[in-house]
């Protein structure tokens, strides 16, 4: 079965909402797996959109779904910020000569 480029969003949409579910369960390694995944599919949308386009109504849809992922991606900040300065806290004493 051939992608549209709608189903690169979606599937971008999906993976964000799972990230979410992995960060407000603070499974921190789910986090980056799957935002490895995201990575993956961005790509393959970006290869994919040097050759389709989207119709009218597709861009509509297009700029839903990516307003749905910059507000999850906006929750997985704020709850991934107190972790990262835990981590930051936890290397800079590793740096510590005692």
Known sequence: MEHTLLD??????NA????????????????V??????????A????????D???PEERKEKAKIMQRILRT??????LAEPWLNDLEQLMDNKGQVH
């Open 8 to 13: 690169y969003y979606k599937a971008i949409e």
């Open 16 to 31: 964000s909402q799972k990230m979410l579910a992995a960060a407000q369960a603070e499974n921190w390694d789910q986090v």
């Open 33 to 42: 797996k799957l935002e490895g995944a995201c990575a993956v599919l961005i």
């Open 44 to 51: 393959q949308l970006r290869a994919r959109s040097r050759t």
């Open 53 to 55: 386009q989207l119709a």
């Open 73 to 78: 991606d906006a929750e997985i900040r704020c």
